[in-house]
């Protein structure tokens, strides 16, 4: 999934970019999930973009309300894998090599 930014309703934020992993509000099994992911992301693609995190709460991945993890009975996460409204970023995102560090960290995640 790619991101998009929008600083009002037609205002478009060219400068954002990076890469975010989403659980869902509150800590749960996810998030520990969540975590390995990010590590290898920053691994793997952080010579590439920004690796997008929050830590308030003590993990590493971002919290949002999405209905995709919201409405679903087991871990999960949604990968936000950089930003389209972003040309030099997505430019990045149509090569080889951001797609295969982006598919190298998901199965290393998987993995462990």
Same mark, same amino acid.
């Given at each position: 999934?790619?991101?998009?930014?929008?600083? !009002?309703?037609? =205002?478009?934020? *060219?400068?954002?970019?990076?890469?975010?992993?989403?659980?869902?509000?509150?800590?749960?099994?996810?998030?520990?999930?969540? /975590?390995?992911?990010? @590590?290898?992301? =920053?691994?793997?693609?952080?010579?590439?973009?920004?690796?997008?995190?929050?830590?308030? /709460? !003590?993990?590493?991945?971002?919290?949002?309300?999405?209905?995709?993890?919201? =409405?679903?009975?087991? *871990?999960?996460?949604?990968?936000?894998?950089?930003?389209?409204?972003? =040309?030099?970023?997505?430019?990045?995102?149509?090569?080889?090599?951001? @797609?295969?560090?982006?598919?190298?960290?998901?199965?290393?995640?998987?993995?462990?």
């Amino acid at each position: 999934h790619s991101d998009a930014a929008n600083g !009002g309703d037609t =205002e478009w934020v *060219p400068t954002a970019k990076g890469v975010s992993v989403y659980t869902y509000l509150g800590q749960s099994k996810s998030d520990f999930f969540a /975590d390995i992911l990010v @590590k290898e992301i =920053e691994k793997n693609m952080g010579h590439m973009t920004t690796i997008r995190k929050d830590t308030k /709460d !003590g993990d590493l991945d971002k919290e949002a309300d999405f209905y995709v993890l919201r =409405e679903t009975a087991c *871990p999960s996460f949604l990968i936000e894998a950089g930003f389209h409204t972003n =040309e030099e970023e997505c430019k990045k995102m149509l090569t080889d090599e951001w @797609k295969d560090a982006l598919f190298k960290s998901i199965v290393d995640a998987c993995k462990k």
